[in-house]
């Protein structure tokens, strides 16, 4: 094993590593620039040269959670170390047995297998993306995409979500109360200081890398902002059903994993999100055990869109959002078999006109009649859902809570069609006339058979 780091060293790694470097780089206290990478030797306080970078002050409070700070306490720039930006809470994990601080060393002290010379960044990018005020919105475009163009490849998280996420913010600003608005200013600027690690010269990242970075980030930007910041769970409920419900109908990505985080976050400050009228429906679904279902986001969104399409959703005001859940039924509900094969989708419903700051002018719609309208649908056959072969669709309930621990209807969809014709839809005259039909086919024809037996005699 190797020797245990001194307590002075590990003193200085958690919460004093931010310093001010000997004159070797370009981070002047007052100017910066940020973003300006360099091999410094950090003296009096180590004495290995190791890769830094020139941030803010207000940068590294952000980013860093509070933990650490510039030295001096009147200078606006200062060197934040690599080890501190990406190797804290690696080197915590392995405080007793591998210290990495030899990983960040750089120039006479690097390793003979490190390079001393900085990483050539491809695409330049402005110093001021490397200390977002989290008021530009433009960040995401000029910063995160410059870096990585991910919008060449179709999958760009800095113009399809981000940047969308952030201007629905500042475009209804104002329709927000002011602890609202405190909220927003402080997670639009969490969100962008969370992702400035990867635009770092010595990062390279991948479009996926950037959005799993991105969503891992955003249920600590709901819930912690920023020190003395509000929480999403101190905003009102009306406050966070905007926001949600405005996102939701802007989005031209699927997004289904990051606004579910939403909801969880919310549901977990102890918030009612149905209180201001919207509506939850819960559906179970049977697979067959050599079912294989990959994507079960999809599976919802899809879901969800045959259900909007067929009750006209879109025309008639009514926002809606698909996703799975894991729930167990309690004994309000009938029974359903819990094991792998057994799976649950959720449609919460809400009005536009009362959510989505982008659809005022909606129509009025109601939320409790609708929801009963869909049920009896369902039930009744009008409503028929196109699912896999392999996949059945065995209840659907009306739930009263968020978890729907509690129901307040369950219903069993009508049979399926047989020659395009379901057994619900006959008639009860039908019925008879069938059986009559019957009846005189088979009089008919033993008449005839009594026929034949006396001609032949």
């Not at 719609?365 to 009008?382: F, H, K, R, Y």
Request: proline share 4%; with cysteine; glycine share 6%.
């Amino acid at each position: 094993m190797q020797s245990k780091l001194n307590m002075d060293d590990l003193f200085q790694l958690i919460f004093v590593s931010l310093l001010i470097g000997s004159a070797q780089g370009a981070c002047d206290r007052s100017d910066g620039p940020s973003g300006s990478t360099a091999c410094v030797l950090l003296t009096p306080y180590y004495n290995k040269y190791q890769w830094a970078t020139c941030l803010t002050d207000t940068y590294i409070k952000v980013f860093s959670e509070g933990n650490h700070m510039c030295r001096d306490s009147l200078t606006k720039y200062c060197w934040y170390q690599v080890m501190a930006i990406g190797y804290v809470k690696i080197w915590m994990k392995f405080l007793e047995t591998r210290p990495v601080y030899d990983n960040c060393t750089c120039g006479p002290d690097a390793p003979k297998k490190v390079t001393t010379q900085r990483p050539v960044v491809t695409s330049a990018i402005p110093d001021w993306c490397f200390s977002p005020s989290g008021s530009d919105c433009s960040w995401y475009k000029e910063c995160l995409e410059a870096r990585y163009p991910c919008k060449e490849q179709g999958d760009s998280y800095a113009l399809d979500y981000a940047g969308k996420f952030c201007n629905l913010y500042q475009d209804h600003y104002q329709e927000f109360n002011t602890i609202g608005q405190e909220w927003i200013d402080a997670v639009r600027k969490c969100l962008q200081v969370k992702l400035v690690p990867i635009l770092r010269p010595f990062v390279v990242a991948t479009c996926e890398s950037i959005k799993q970075t991105a969503f891992d980030s955003h249920s600590g930007c709901y819930l912690h902002p920023d020190s003395g910041k509000p929480s999403i769970c101190d905003i009102g409920v009306g406050n966070w059903a905007r926001i949600f419900w405005t996102v939701k109908g802007a989005l031209i990505q699927d997004a289904t994993e990051t606004l579910k985080q939403m909801l969880d976050v919310v549901s977990a400050c102890g918030t009612d999100i149905l209180s201001l009228g919207m509506e939850n429906i819960q559906m179970i679904f049977r697979r067959e055990k050599e079912m294989v279902l990959r994507n079960l986001n999809k599976f919802a969104e899809n879901i969800a869109d045959q259900m909007a399409s067929k009750m006209k959703w879109n025309t008639r005001g009514i926002s809606f959002f698909g996703y799975p859940t894991l729930i167990t039924p309690n004994r309000n509900k009938r029974a359903a078999d819990i094991n792998t094969n057994t799976f649950y989708i959720n449609i919460l419903i809400a009005a536009k006109s009362v959510f989505d700051l982008n659809a005022v002018d909606s129509p009025r719609a109601n939320l409790s009649a609708e929801a009963i309208s869909v049920a009896t649908s369902i039930e009744n056959g009008d409503v028929r859902l196109d699912i896999a072969q392999g996949i059945e669709f065995k209840e659907l309930s009306l739930c009263i809570d968020y978890n729907c621990t509690d129901t307040s209807l369950q219903v069993e969809p009508a049979p399926p069609k047989k020659n395009g014709v379901s057994a619900s839809n006959v008639k009860p005259f039908t019925i008879v006339l069938t059986i009559i039909a019957a009846m005189a086919a088979s009089v008919l024809a033993l008449h005839l058979k009594m026929l034949r037996h006396c001609l032949l005699s």
